[in-house]
């Protein structure tokens, strides 16, 4: 069974960094899209940054330039490099990939657990 399972979150001071990652578990053959969504307290769900197999990016106006996605494909693991954190970036993050095909199932999507990520002012 596939399982995206993130880690790296934590309480850090406005201005810090923190590095996240995602690990696709299972007998993974091929993953198209890999990225990050977050969920603050009492809003809905929001794109972070996304990347395709092949390298392309997307990222929220809120976060360019100071967070960074990158993927390694023989790990199966997506990494959130996030500088410069903010109060408002507090949240919990969730790592997502879709298109996931293992060796006995295709996922079209599927979702980490979350990690919550605390920025002090």
């Known amino acids: 069974q596939m399982q995206l399972v993130e880690s790296g979150g934590g309480l850090v001071q406005a201005g810090e960094s923190l590095r996240l990652s995602c690990l696709a578990s299972?007998?993974?053959?091929?993953?198209?899209?890999m990225g990050w969504y977050r969920q603050a307290q009492g809003k809905q769900r929001e794109l972070v940054a996304t990347?395709?197999?092949?390298?392309?990016?997307t990222y929220a106006d809120s976060i360019r330039g100071r967070f960074n996605i990158s993927r390694d494909n023989a790990k199966n693991t997506v990494y959130l490099q996030m500088n410069s954190l903010k109060p408002e970036d507090t949240a919990v993050y969730y790592c997502?990939?879709?298109?996931?095909?293992?060796?006995?199932?295709?996922?079209?999507?599927?979702w980490g657990r979350g990690t919550l990520v605390t920025v002090s002012s």
């Open positions: 990347m395709t197999s092949d390298g392309r990016t």
């Open positions: 299972g007998t993974i053959l091929s993953i198209d899209v």
């Open positions: 997502a990939a879709k298109e996931v095909k293992t060796n006995i199932h295709r996922y079209l999507e599927a």
